[in-house]
Every structure is written in C-alpha cells, then in structure tokens.
C-alpha cells in the first residue's frame, strides 16, 4: 500500500531523536548523546508520597475528565513561582497546562503559523523547536548564538526584514548550546521587538537549573505584554509525567486553549494533581538545589577532562542547564566522531541537525546531566581516543 | 495588542466544549450534555493498587522520558486483545500510544491533510473530530447516517467523486447519534473502499461498552491494509489518564510517528505503567460487564422516561455507548430548549455543532453514562415539562 501524505510530511526533516534513543538504550555505550536529566535525582519517594496522598483523598477527580486550561491550583502555583522568584505579575488566567513544553511548540505553532511565515531562531536551534515548527511549513531564519545571546546587529536585521510571526530562543542555558543571554541583551532584544509585530516564544526549560541557583531576569520582564514564557516540570522533578505550561497574554491563551482542546481535550489530570501535591509538601528550592549542585560538578568535571585531555577542542562553559557545546579541530567532522565513538562506546550529538540553515559540521553537543561521574570521565576519555585517532589519520 | 494568529484559527467552528463543562460544574444543573463516563465505576481501588505496585517497583524508569511509541507490554497487550476478542492479526509495532483517542484526530489529520483536501464524515459527525480535522483546513463531506449505518448510495457516491484522503466513523454506538453499523455495512463500505485511494478512519472508543458485551466485526476485518482504529482506556478504566492508541499499518504509522514526537515527545509514562499494571493483575472482561449492565439499565431507563413522557420526541435506541440522539417536535428549536433547560436545571446538548453542513437544529444529544439513575428521572421529568411548554406555546 501507498499511502497520500501532506505536503507537511514530505518537508519534514529526518529526525534524529530515534536514532538516539537507540544508542542510549544500549547500556554498553556512554551516551552524552540524549537529553535525561539524571534518573538518581529524581525524588521518587516524595513523589510515592504524593502519589498515595492524590489516590486515597481525590482518586475520582483526578481519573475523571477535567477542563482543557489544566488544575486551577497548579496554575496558581505556577503563577505564584512567576511573582515570588522573578518578579513577573502572573496570575494563573495566564497559564495554560501542556505535556511537557514540547506541546508548547506544537500548539504555539499551529497558532501563529501559515505556510510560508517566518519565524526566527538562533543559531544553532533547538532541534524539537525545528522539528515542531517545520511542520507548519514556515520559512525558519536564523540568527547567529554569541557566547552572550544573539548577535544584535542580525537580530535587528531579522526583525526590520523578516516581518516574522515570532523569534523563538532559550535565554538560559541555550539547548544545545549551553550559552546564557546577558542582561544586556535581554534588554536590547526587549527594545527591538516593542516596536515590531514579532512575539517573543521564550522557552525556559533551564531556568530552574542554574549552578549558581540565582535566577535571571527573563526577557518578558522588559516585554511583558508581547512575550510568551514555556516552562516544564521534566527538567526538575520528573520527565515522565509530561507536565509543562505556557505562561502567555490572554489574547494568545485564547486560541491556544482551542488547538490544546483539539490536540488532546486535557493533560493527564491524575499527573496535574500529584505535581500539586508534591510541590505543595515538599521544598521544590532545596530538590532543586541538590540537582544544580550535582549538575555543578560534572559540568565542571566535563568541561575540566576536556581541557586536558582535548585542549584542541573548543567548547561553551555553561552557567546551568544540561549541555554544553563543543567545536572539533580543524577538518574533523562530527558525523564520524559520532559513528567512530559508536564503535568505542562513546556517543555524542553531531552539531548538523541544529543548524536549519547547513552547517555545524565541525560542532558536537554533550549532555552532562544523564551520566554519573564515572561516566563522565571514562566517556570522556573514550572520546578523547576517537579525536586524536581521527586527527592522527589526517 | 493584537496578534497575527494563522489562517486556520479563523476559521476554527466556536467550540460548545466549554460552555458544556461550564454547565456540567453547575451542581444544581442534572446535565445530559457532556460525555463522561461514570465517575463511580472507576475502579479506584484497582488503579490505586496498580499505581502502588509500579510506584514501589518501577518508579525510576516510570518517571524518566521513554519512546515516542509508547510502553512496549502496554502495546503489546493492545495488540493481544484484538487478535482474542476481534479476531484482527495485530502486532505491537501496530500499535502506538496517544494521549487518548482526541489525540489521533489532531495526529491523523496532520499526517494526511493539506489545505483543501477532502476528508469525509458521518452527518451527523462527531464533534471533537470536527475540531480537530478543521485546523488543517479540509473540505468536510458528509454522508447520512442511517440506523444501520451510512447511506451506501450516498457513501459510494462521495468516494467516487471526493477523491478524499480519509473517511471518519464511528460504527460503534456512534457519537452523538448512539447507533451501530449493520454488519452488511460494515462488509459494503469495506467493498467500496478496497478500489478506491480513501483510508477508513475507525474510531472504536464505544466497541468494549455494547450492552449485551458482544464484540461488532470492525470495518477493519474487511479492509486490513487500508483502515486504522483509534481506542482509548478513557470509556473502559479511566479518562484522567489520557492514555489511547492507533493501531495502524506500519506505512501509516512512520509519519505519524514523527508527528506524535513533534507534537509531545511521548504520551505519561507513568500512568502507560499504571494501565499495564492494572490490566494484567485485574480481570478487565469483568469490569467491563459491569459498566455495560449499568450503562444498559440507564439508557432502557431513559428511553422508556422518554417513551412515556414525551411521545412526540423521536429517538434512537442505542445497543452499547454513552448518548442517544433525539428529534424534537416540529417546530421547536433545540437551542430554545437548551436555553429553557438550563432555567429549569436540566442540560442537553443542541445537534447543530454535529452538522457541519448546517442542519440537526430539531435534535438534541443526550448522555446516559454519567447521571446517576435519580438524575436520569428527575432530569427526564424536567426536560419533558421543558418541551411541553414550548410545544404548548407554539
């Protein structure tokens, strides 16, 4: 049989995410590959606790249908998370639940979006924004990453030229970048964009995980009312629950809340219900203080091993998140570090797939959330080898 | 501000949804006009034992990111249960989990779906299908239902002339008329499609619930290589859970794939494990028998209410499901008597948002599964004196 797909479907880029998967279900390997925050840190005990405490008071509530917007006392809490720890005035009308921001991107889209419409990135993207996007058909522009957020210069030029529906960015801990935008270019960018009809989709998936635990001041601080914030409970408590939110003006909730309905009616409310429970029992700060604490130290770990060991090789030195970036010496390509390291047990992410526009030959991306420090170094040394045999072979 | 949504959320249908649900949280309203299952035959105490056991076995891979298809043993009893009940040679790789069966609507026209393409449906058709199918801008075809299925005159008609990508139904207790395909029809429209390049969308969320616990022959069975079935947990054990799935063939299921991973990564981990957990250490068979007893005594109940007390109101007699469809007295307007309704604490559902071509203003839709006996009773008695007075006043 042949089947008549949509024109979406022929145009949509080949995904690496599966082939990924793979790699990191082979346990023999060490994968920097993936993007798992790390399995140990996940508090399963308090979240047994919550659990129980959601099935003995409020089980036929939380298996029963409920309304699109997701649980009002989650959303409070969400809101109240905006007020207290960044000074945003969010209440929780603005707040809409999704699965995990990954819907976010789906659903923002499908809003926004006709074929044809630009929308603007940095450089390198992240590739489930690229992958969520290009199914609504958009012309994606892209805008160069600097070790402290857009180039200024192309920005603006994007902006003046594109007349582009929104820019998408990660201001903290730039998936797959690592790289966090300075104050300074928050600010600019907020300046660029008043005047312009383009959105701001700011994705915060890594704003909690900062090794500092400070947190920076978000860009819809200084655009409030065109700026739209994504945030997720998988990067802080647990992935597989599939629980984020979109915090955005009511004119946007609006149609949002139409496509959320026609995608899925409502997020699994059993998941909603024992989030609320374990954020309203348990200290989220100092959970999260023990992930960045940890998450510290192999950054710093990774980063350290590299120095040593790769001194050609360039790469970011995150302040937070889950990945730094890494650039290969002169003429070595990522596509065979990655299948070379396969061989010896090591994956890592080629740059390729986060570059819409070509490019990233020469760059990899590394997770250092998911491995252990054993991993790490012995990951690393591994990695070590394939580069230097690679060179050597030049 | 004003934003510039895309082309498709202007042209979206206004959503009854959310006033439903509005209604429906009105305590003092008896509402026939949502489409919940009964809260009080979800086995909380089964789940809640399920979710126990995962929660202390199982809790570290049960809350991290796992594959865009799903659980693999919860797929493979899936796959299991339609070779023993319906006789149909599925596999797990058939199989892929959504967030349920709302989900493979949005999915399923993104895969198939340009602008413009022809997509035909039951008149009238369901509602959360129409939503759904809208946003990618189809041309919708309808062909009447009758009480043993579509009009086969009019069904060989469109797939001669529509050259559409899909026809969508419900041959199962059809959602919002209750009535089920003959077998004959089944067979029929199998025979008109095999020659034709039109895909049959079986959406099978009410087969578990006939009354008299016998399984139909799906669509499917005649036609393997070119229908899908969407089914869901959310009528059966628990829609808070959001836990559904396509069985599909391979080539069909490739690119939807890729759009379930845009679109949310993978579907709640957590309660995939839960729903496992649950089926294979309860005996489902025996669950369902007791929802379909109760669901059968509910809905002879309002049908002989409404054969008593308003004789000149017309409806079908459903085999299996959760809603009947009745036509009204000449003359009056189910809006009127949503309106009058409401005033006198009783909801239905207006036909209207069921036809996509205009019409069913004469019908209303009524739900049976949710409203306890007592409800069903006074909400009946309430609905008659509500009809009566508008017939009274013409």
């Given amino acids: ?102 819907q976010c991107l789906d659903l923002f889209a499908k809003i926004f979006l006709n074929t044809g419409d630009h929308v603007g990135m940095e450089r390198p993207g992240y590739l489930g924004a ?6 609504y058909e958009p012309v994606i522009d892209t805008v160069p990453l600097d070790d402290d957020g857009p180039d200024l210069a192309k920005f603006e030029q994007f902006v003046r030229t594109s007349n582009a529906k929104f820019f998408y960015g990660i201001p903290n801990s730039q998936n797959p970048s690592g790289r966090t935008y300075s104050q300074e270019k928050r600010k600019a960018i907020a300046d660029i964009l008043r005047k312009s009809d383009t959105v701001f989709y700011e994705d915060d998936a890594f704003g909690e995980l900062f090794f500092d635990s400070k947190p920076r001041p978000p860009v819809k601080k200084y655009l409030p009312e065109k700026c739209v914030i994504s945030g997720s409970f998988s990067k802080i408590i647990a992935p597989g629950m599939r629980i ?81 970036m890494a650039t290969l010496p002169p003429g070595i390509s990522s596509r065979r570090v990655f299948d070379e390291g396969v ?34 170094k012995t990951g690393i040394s591994r990695l070590a080898g394939v580069i230097k045999g690679l060179v050597h072979q030049q």
């Fill in 343 to 376: 061989k010896k047990k090591v994956a890592v992410l080629p740059g390729m797939p986060f570059y819409t526009d070509g490019g990233g030959e020469d760059t990899i991306r590394l997770n250092f959330s998911y491995p252990d420090e054993e991993m790490i």
């Fill in 130 to 135: 690229i992958e969520a996007f290009s199914l």
């Fill in 1 to 102: 049989m042949s089947f008549h797909f949509a024109d979406r479907i022929k145009r949509a880029p080949e995904s690496f995410l599966s082939e990924l998967f793979s790699v990191s279900n082979n346990p023999s390997i060490i994968s920097f590959a993936g993007g798992l925050p790390s399995t140990s840190l996940i508090d399963t005990e308090g979240i047994a606790q919550a659990t129980r405490q959601v099935m003995e008071e409020d089980a036929r509530i939380a298996l029963q249908y409920t309304t699109t917007d997701g649980y009002l006392p989650l959303r409070e809490y969400i809101a109240d998370r905006y007020r207290t720890r960044l000074g945003l005035p969010a209440t929780a009308e603005e707040i809409q639940i999704v699965n995990g921001s990954q």
């Fill in 244 to 324: 984020g939110w979109i915090y955005a003006p009511p004119e946007i909730l609006a149609p949002f809340n139409v496509v959320k309905q026609a995608a899925d009616l409502h997020s699994n409310f059993l998941c909603q219900k024992i989030l609320h429970r374990y954020l309203t029992t348990h200290d989220l700060d100092e959970h999260i203080r023990r992930i960045t604490r940890v998450y510290g130290g192999k950054c710093r770990l990774m980063c350290d091993l590299l120095n040593d060991q790769l001194p050609q090789v360039s790469h970011t030195t995150p302040e937070g998140g889950m990945f730094l």
